[in-house]
C-alpha cells in the first residue's frame, strides 16, 4: 500500500513538473528571427545571347506595411549570401562553384505597403564563371530553399524553388514587343539624354524647378516608370535617374570630361538630382551643401492609382 502511495505521489510530481517546465528539445533555446511577410519570386531572365539572370521579386503579402533593410536584399552580396545553389545535370548532379561576391552596405530601410513589391536582378555568368560550358555540356539547376534559409523572407506559394536551363540551351535572348515610335516619344517628353550600356540608369535633362516641385517631379517620374515598362521590359523595377541642367554633363564622373568638369566645380553644379526607385529615395542638389537634402517618394500608390 505504501508503494502505490509513493508511486502516486512520484507521477503528481512529475505531472505537476511537466506543466511548470515543459521539454524542449534542442536549439529551441534560441528562436529563429522571425521572417518578413515578404513573399519571393525568382525567374529565370535572358538579357542577350548567352547573357543568364534571375529576377528576383519580393511583395509585401502582410495586411501592413513592411520594412526592409537593403543589406538584407538577395541581390546584394553583404556577408556572401549563399541562398542560391547551382548543380550541374551530370550522373553525379555535381554541386557548381559560385563565385559569391562579398560586400558591405549601410543599413537604409526601404518601408514597403501592402502588394507592394521590391525587385532586382542577380547576374549568373559572373556569379557562375562555368556556367556556359555546364550549360552547353550538361545543364544546370539552379535551387533555394522555400522558405530560404539564409535569408529573412518567405517564398510565394506555389512559385518554383528550382529553375533549369537545359543542356545545350542557345542562348537566344527573351524576345519583347516594343513599340519604338512611342518609346522615340517618351524620350523626347521626359527629357532623355543617354543611358548607359550596362546599366539601369536614365539621365535626363531637367530644371532646378522641377527639383522643387515635388508634384511635378512625381509626374515626371511616373513617366520614366512608364517608359521603362514600354520600353525597357528586360529591366526591374529598380532603375535610377539622374537630373543634369545641361547635357554636356550627363555621364558618370570618370566618363569623358566630368573629370574636368569636376575638378572646375561645373559638374557639381549641373548634377541637380538623383532618384532612386529601389530605395525610393529623391536625392537633391547633393553637391551644394546648404540646399542638400533626401525626400522618400515612392511611385506605387500612383501606380495602383492610375491602374499601371
Same mark, same amino acid.
Given at each position: 500500500?505504501?508503494?502505490?502511495?509513493? &508511486? /502516486?505521489?512520484?507521477?503528481? %510530481?512529475?505531472?505537476?513538473?511537466? +506543466?511548470?517546465?515543459?521539454?524542449? $528539445?534542442?536549439?529551441? !533555446?534560441?528562436?529563429?528571427?522571425?521572417?518578413?511577410?515578404?513573399?519571393?519570386?525568382?525567374?529565370?531572365?535572358?538579357?542577350?545571347?548567352?547573357?543568364?539572370?534571375?529576377?528576383?521579386?519580393?511583395?509585401?503579402?502582410?495586411?501592413?506595411?513592411?520594412?526592409?533593410?537593403?543589406?538584407?536584399?538577395?541581390?546584394?552580396?553583404?556577408?556572401?549570401?549563399?541562398?542560391?545553389?547551382?548543380?550541374?545535370?551530370?550522373?553525379?548532379?555535381?554541386?557548381?562553384?559560385?563565385?559569391?561576391?562579398?560586400?558591405?552596405?549601410?543599413?537604409?530601410?526601404?518601408? &514597403? /505597403?501592402?502588394?507592394?513589391? %521590391?525587385?532586382?536582378?542577380?547576374? +549568373?555568368?559572373?556569379?557562375?564563371? $562555368?556556367?556556359?560550358? !555546364?550549360?552547353?555540356?550538361?545543364?544546370?539547376?539552379?535551387?533555394?530553399?522555400?522558405?530560404?534559409?539564409?535569408?529573412?523572407?518567405?517564398?510565394?506559394?506555389?512559385?518554383?524553388?528550382?529553375?533549369?536551363?537545359?543542356?545545350?540551351?542557345?542562348?537566344?535572348?527573351?524576345?519583347?514587343?516594343?513599340?519604338?515610335?512611342?518609346?522615340?516619344?517618351?524620350?523626347?517628353?521626359?527629357?532623355?539624354?543617354?543611358?548607359?550600356?550596362?546599366?539601369?540608369?536614365?539621365?535626363?535633362?531637367?530644371?532646378?524647378?522641377?527639383?522643387?516641385?515635388?508634384?511635378?517631379?512625381?509626374?515626371?517620374?511616373?513617366?520614366?516608370?512608364?517608359?521603362?515598362?514600354?520600353?525597357?521590359?528586360?529591366?526591374?523595377?529598380?532603375?535610377?535617374?539622374?537630373?543634369?541642367?545641361?547635357?554636356?554633363?550627363?555621364?558618370?564622373?570618370?566618363?569623358?570630361?566630368?573629370?574636368?568638369?569636376?575638378?572646375?566645380?561645373?559638374?557639381?553644379?549641373?548634377?541637380?538630382?538623383?532618384?532612386?526607385?529601389?530605395?525610393?529615395?529623391?536625392?537633391?542638389?547633393?553637391?551644394?551643401?546648404?540646399?542638400?537634402?533626401?525626400?522618400?517618394?515612392?511611385?506605387?500608390?500612383?501606380?495602383?492609382?492610375?491602374?499601371?
Amino acid at each position: 500500500m505504501n508503494r502505490f502511495r509513493c &508511486l /502516486v505521489i512520484s507521477f503528481g %510530481i512529475w505531472c505537476l513538473t511537466i +506543466l511548470l517546465f515543459p521539454p524542449f $528539445s534542442v536549439g529551441e !533555446d534560441s528562436e529563429e528571427e522571425p521572417r518578413l511577410p515578404l513573399a519571393m519570386e525568382v525567374f529565370l531572365k535572358k538579357p542577350g545571347k548567352h547573357l543568364y539572370e534571375l529576377h528576383v521579386h519580393l511583395t509585401n503579402i502582410s495586411d501592413e506595411p513592411v520594412s526592409v533593410d537593403v543589406r538584407d536584399l538577395p541581390w546584394n552580396p553583404t556577408d556572401g549570401s549563399t541562398w542560391l545553389s547551382a548543380t550541374r545535370l551530370d550522373a553525379h548532379k555535381s554541386p557548381i562553384k559560385q563565385n559569391i561576391p562579398i560586400g558591405r552596405f549601410g543599413s537604409q530601410i526601404v518601408p &514597403l /505597403v501592402p502588394g507592394e513589391s %521590391i525587385q532586382n536582378r542577380v547576374a +549568373l555568368n559572373p556569379r557562375i564563371p $562555368s556556367l556556359l560550358d !555546364d550549360i552547353e555540356q550538361a545543364g544546370v539547376q539552379l535551387q533555394w530553399d522555400c522558405p530560404p534559409s539564409d535569408l529573412k523572407f518567405v517564398c510565394k506559394p506555389g512559385s518554383p524553388n528550382t529553375l533549369t536551363i537545359s543542356k545545350g540551351d542557345p542562348g537566344q535572348p527573351d524576345v519583347y514587343s516594343i513599340d519604338h515610335q512611342a518609346c522615340v516619344a517618351l524620350e523626347s517628353r521626359i527629357g532623355l539624354i543617354d543611358i548607359p550600356q550596362g546599366h539601369d540608369v536614365l539621365f535626363l535633362l531637367a530644371s532646378e524647378s522641377i527639383m522643387t516641385d515635388l508634384e511635378g517631379m512625381t509626374s515626371l517620374l511616373l513617366e520614366v516608370d512608364d517608359y521603362v515598362q514600354r520600353c525597357h521590359p528586360s529591366w526591374t523595377n529598380s532603375w535610377a535617374v539622374s537630373f543634369v541642367t545641361d547635357k554636356k554633363f550627363a555621364g558618370f564622373l570618370s566618363e569623358g570630361e566630368n573629370r574636368r568638369y569636376f575638378a572646375e566645380g561645373l559638374w557639381q553644379e549641373a548634377n541637380i538630382g538623383q532618384y532612386s526607385s529601389q530605395i525610393r529615395t529623391l536625392f537633391r542638389f547633393q553637391w551644394i551643401k546648404k540646399r542638400a537634402d533626401t525626400v522618400y517618394l515612392s511611385l506605387f500608390p500612383f501606380q495602383q492609382e492610375g491602374g499601371t
